[in-house]
């Protein structure tokens, strides 16, 4: 088959455009919290997301409850909740872009850790391409200052827990998509219902309405990205999730004045050409990066 048919010029642009506003979605998010503690922003966030999915819910009418696998489900939320938590907090105090890049990272961790959970055989030519775009974390990390930025582990934690969240999804294929981001969002909210007490701070209208926003953004966005890959394959699509990086820098240099370090691009470009090495592999093997692409938080 071709890899750009004409049949996937859709899927591409749902999927780019989903890209975008998710983009947009984070950069608002790292406004948001520079006055509203994280647990805030994720129970809001929630709240909003309701008003998305209820409806959602009510016109599928998807088994929510049940299923089996129950154990990967409820570790599945754990990761994507902390992922959620740990990308909103770093970007407190991380330019937009730099906090992006560690998550760039996520599709080589996904294959790393495919290996033992899912059993997927990796050859020498997938695994350098994982130890190289390594390297590249390395760079953007800066490990020849004084000490190791906490903030920059915190975002590299995060993009763990993405990547290990991906990986049980794709264990989970069988299970209903509006039940996988149900939990998702619950798990979330649950997390901020814990944590906002702490530093609550009471948002005005405008405020409220754009914390609302960000879950109803999001919903938005993962359906855009559903119906992307419901008619194109994964490995056509998953070289544009790159393209976050570029809006984040650009959202990044207009809203809040950062300029990316030397060492953030150097180190993002290694990444990028290591994962776009990868996406190449796989389509050669013919198979799909991933049996689903989840977009970042």
Known sequence: MDRFAPGHATGILLYSAGIFFFALNDALGKWLVADYSVGQLLLLRTIGAVFVLAPLIWMHRPALIGGGQTGLKLARVACMAA???AFYYSTLYLPLADVMTFYMAAPLLITAIAVPFLGEKVGIWRWSAILVGFVGVVIALKPTGAAVSMVSLIALFGSTMYAAG???TRALKDTHWLQLVTWQFAGAGLT???TAPIGWVTPGPVDLMLLFLLGVVAV???ILIVRALSNTP???LAPFQYSSILWAAVMGWLVWGDVPTREIVIGNAIIV???LFLFYRERRRGSDVADRIEPIP
Do not use: P
């Open 83 to 85: 992922d959620t938590f």
């Open 166 to 168: 991906v990986t049980i």
């Open 192 to 194: 901020g219902l814990v």
């Open 220 to 222: 938005v966005c993962f």
């Open 234 to 236: 994964a490995s056509v």
């Open 273 to 275: 050409a290591s994962g």
